[in-house]
């Protein structure tokens, strides 16, 4: 139905960064929210980072102060930035849009590696 292309995972160093990108092919008005989630080996998949259509955000715990999360209406468009990497924000990074009324849509996941 709604499709969601996610880029920018990779490997880093401690400390390093990445910046992610996910694109949706939705209307920009139809939008609720849009967010990224993660999921390690044997964890449960989490919230990481969350922003609204009028721009309000939110943020895991564990990433405040080294994330943000970021909306380009006009590409339709979604970022997270990322600095500060440590190991244990290796995981597999899912872009989750939020729209219409009641319809949530999944990307595909990025691999995040964070080691020396």
């Known amino acids: 139905q709604v499709q969601l292309v996610e880029s920018g995972g990779g490997l880093v160093q401690p400390g390093g960064s990445l910046r992610l990108s996910c694109t949706a092919s939705?209307?920009?008005?139809?939008?609720?929210?849009m967010g990224w989630y993660r999921q390690a080996p044997g964890q449960e998949r989490e919230l990481v980072a969350r922003i609204t259509s009028t721009g309000s955000t939110a943020y895991a715990d564990s990433v405040k102060g080294r994330f943000a999360i970021s909306r380009d209406n006009a590409k339709n468009t979604v970022y997270l930035q990322m600095n500060s990497l440590k190991p244990e924000d290796t995981a597999v990074y899912y872009c989750?849009?939020?729209?219409?009324?009641?319809?949530?849509?999944w990307g595909q996941g990025t691999q995040v590696t964070v080691s020396a």
């Open positions: 939705v209307s920009a008005f139809s939008i609720n929210s």
């Open positions: 989750r849009l939020s729209w219409g009324t009641a319809r949530l849509s």
